[in-house]
């Protein structure tokens, strides 16, 4: 059974989601005939490099708040993280584009790295405060990840796996997804936002439930 995650390593909604599905695939009797692949999406495609406001500044800009009204917004999602084992450092996270990221993301799944790429970007961005735009910062990622250092800052220095980051970003457009996280359970159920990891296990039986009826 193939599970697909669209989902972006700067949204902090994506990574509590992984938390929670990961909480109910590990309660689902059949994990093991479970493949997940992740898929590419960026918040704003349009992102610098690296931008000069923090999280507060860039959210009261962008929503016509003012910076407390921002970290009143964040506030939510911090504590909601923290139900999931998380502790985001919301000041330290550097702004900006994820679209590197995310190339090293689709490099790191030809090696069968793409889950262990996804949750180092996310500890990078909400943990660690390091910036995922940076590929200095990627390639020691991805050495970290048991990636080889030089394959992948090779591979950033071109534009190889851009194709495939569009591929996904298409491909989400074409079956409407409009927000992350966006899971898809064997192309029968979609699945969006961070659920609870009981509508994940739920939704999981359900596919599975179908998938043997076929």
């Known amino acids: 059974m193939k599970i697909q995650i669209w989902s972006d390593v700067v949204c902090p909604y994506c990574y509590i989601g992984k938390r929670e599905f990961e909480k109910a695939l590990a309660q689902f009797p059949h994990r093991d005939q479970v493949e997940v692949e992740w898929k590419s999406f960026e ?8 931008s000069p406001d923090d999280m507060y500044d860039h959210l009261a800009k962008k929503y016509g708040r003012t910076r407390d009204q921002a970290k009143e917004m964040v506030r939510g999602v911090v504590d909601r993280a923290r139900t999931v084992g998380l502790e985001y450092n919301m000041e330290k996270a550097v702004m ?11 490099f790191a799944k ?12 996310f500890k990078a ?10 590929k ?10 048991g990636l080889d250092g030089n394959e992948a800052a090779e591979m950033l220095a ?4 851009t194709e495939a980051v569009e591929a996904d970003e298409y491909e989400a457009q074409q079956i409407g997804v409009r927000g992350v996280p966006f899971f898809v359970l064997d192309d029968r159920y979609a699945v969006s936002g961070a659920q609870a990891s009981e509508h994940f296990l739920s939704a999981l039986n359900q596919t599975w439930q179908e998938r043997q009826a076929v």
């Open 158 to 161: 071109g534009d190889a796996f």
């Open 110 to 121: 030809t090696k069968g790295l793409g889950d262990a790429a996804e949750e180092r970007l």
């Open 96 to 106: 900006g584009s994820s679209f590197d990221a995310h190339r090293l993301i689709q």
């Open 43 to 50: 918040l704003d495609r349009d992102a610098p490099v690296r």
């Open 136 to 145: 200095s910062v990627l390639r020691a990622i991805a050495e970290e990840i």
């Open 125 to 134: 961005h909400f943990v660690l405060g390091e910036h995922i735009g940076d």
